[in-house]
């Protein structure tokens, strides 16, 4: 099965560590990153979606994402 996330964060360091956990745990970039101004916030926020695909499983909506 293909999994899906979206990862998001604020515009710092904290997100790109984010992303390269999930990178080094076998998810994949998918597509470009996004980056937004948060109007409540007052600050820029990142977004990345990312997929992985994982064998021998079924996929059901209470699974936890970041622990594949």
């Known amino acids: 099965m293909k999994l899906y996330r979206f990862l998001t964060g604020p515009d710092d360091a904290s997100f790109c560590h984010k992303?390269?956990?999930?990178?080094?745990?076998g998810w994949e970039l998918y597509g470009a990153?996004?980056?937004?101004?948060?109007?409540?916030t007052?600050?820029?926020?990142?977004?990345?979606a990312v997929t992985k695909i994982?064998?021998?499983?079924?996929?059901a909506p209470d699974m936890k994402l970041g622990d594949q």
């Not at 992303?19 to 745990?25: D, G, M, N, T």
């Open 19 to 25: 992303i390269s956990l999930a990178l080094s745990k």
């Open 33 to 40: 990153p996004s980056y937004a101004f948060d109007a409540e």
């Open 42 to 48: 007052k600050a820029m926020r990142c977004g990345q």
């Open 54 to 59: 994982v064998s021998g499983k079924d996929y």
